[in-house]
């Protein structure tokens, strides 16, 4: 197992020096669909699908805050190579919810990646002597192509065909497990034909009749083997807060660009450069402020949220460890990562719409960052119903939803 661990400062300067080499490959990124194999492998070479990963097997396990600053930089070069990193990284934390040997099993290898992605209504486990029986299909893996490993959560059947639980109590076969198998075991279907995203290879797969020993399946309701403040803050957070820095790093290069178009293009019908025009102006004007109060916003929540995580991870109390971060910060959290996708697509927009005529081109870098930034919003993290939660608990009201 790999075990070299570095400081932040290590990881921010070779997060730099990767995203000069993904931004010179976004073009291939976007047409194949999938990162090149040579740079997914420099980037697991070099730590940067581990670095959530707990320290006891060979991860960085940086602070959340610190993984944001990363995150943040890749998205900026390209939405799919940063949210990848987000994905992969996110579940690994769920290493310490899984029986340990697979774990170690799992990320022995430096290359290792586990992608995972949500089972349709078809999708079950049949407990069997030993483990389950799993048959299904299950859509949107991302890091498809350079992951090694796939988890597949399943509903567990009585196997009458009804998709009801097993009654079968005493060993806790009831509910829903992830199930854990090596790449190869699955069958993987193209369905991933979209215009934004394209690169993260968020495939699907299949599979019938595969037998997944007990040692291979966990409830993702287990409590994490170790203390952290890295596991005080909800999975649906981690992954909303990562999705919205890189949501936030697409606005950013989209309003970079329609910058530098307003400084070089006069408009057809008029003699004034667009960079001159007062409606350009004030319109990267509010540009900016959407931007910068979305990122303080998210800065400030993850900020937040990170040191009540911090806080509740130290407490002990009688018996079990209190590992619920407080439902405030929880809120707040939600919120500002939901908000920020919804901002960074408004940012977009205007940027697209100030470029004009040129924007419709491939060879304009805001094409895509148009494409991307609209998938973004369409994921479960952006969806508009995290408005309605955040208010209800304003509102006094117990709050419903995803925090």
Request: some cysteine; overall charge negative; proline content about 4%.
């Amino acid at each position: 197992m790999a075990t070299a661990q570095h400081d932040i400062e290590y990881y921010l300067e070779a997060a730099r020096e990767l995203a000069g080499k993904v931004a010179a490959a976004a073009d291939r990124i976007d047409g194949d669909r999938q990162l090149p194999s040579e740079l997914a492998e420099e980037m697991a070479d070099k730590g940067f699908f581990r670095l959530l990963l707990p320290r006891s097997l060979g991860g960085a396990q940086l602070d959340h805050p610190d993984f944001l600053r990363i995150l943040e930089i890749f998205g900026a070069v390209d939405a799919s190579t940063g949210w990848c990193l987000n994905q992969n990284n996110v579940f690994s934390t769920n290493s310490l919810k899984m029986p340990e040997q697979t774990a170690r099993e799992i990320w022995a290898e430096q290359r290792a990646v586990v992608t995972n992605g949500p089972p349709t209504a078809s999708s079950q486990a049949v407990p069997v002597d030993g483990g389950y029986k799993l048959n299904g299909r299950w859509h949107f893996s991302s890091g498809s192509s350079h992951a090694t490993w796939i988890a597949a959560l399943a509903p567990i059947s009585n196997g009458s065909g009804a998709g009801g639980p097993t009654q079968d109590a005493s060993k806790d076969r009831t509910g829903a497990r992830i199930m854990l198998m090596p790449k190869e075991a699955v069958t993987f279907l193209d369905f991933w034909q979209v215009k934004g995203l394209r690169g993260t290879a968020s495939f699907s797969f299949e599979v019938e009749d595969l037998f997944i020993p007990n040692d291979r399946s966990y409830d993702p309701a287990n409590l994490p083997r170790e203390d952290g403040a890295l596991y005080v803050i909800p999975m649906t957070l981690l992954f909303g807060s990562g999705f919205a820095t890189v949501a936030l790093g697409v606005a950013r290069a989209a309003l970079d660009t329609a910058i530098s178009v307003a400084g070089a293009k006069t408009p057809g019908r008029t003699s004034t450069l667009l960079g001159n025009q007062s409606s350009t102006q004030r319109i990267i004007g509010e540009a900016e402020a959407i931007w910068g109060s979305s990122k303080a916003f998210l800065r400030q929540s993850a900020s937040s949220a990170w040191k009540g995580a911090q806080k509740t991870s130290a407490q002990k109390t009688t018996g079990q460890k209190n590992r619920a971060l407080p439902t405030e910060e929880r809120i707040n959290l939600r919120l500002a990562a939901t908000h920020a996708i919804r901002m960074a697509a408004q940012v977009v927009d205007l940027a697209y719409n100030l470029c004009g005529s040129d924007a419709i081109f491939e060879t304009n870098p805001i094409q895509r960052q148009f494409q991307d930034i609209h998938v973004i919003t369409q994921h479960a993290q952006g969806r508009l119903s995290h408005y309605e939660t955040a208010g209800q608990y304003f509102l006094g009201l117990e709050p419903e939803g995803n925090f």
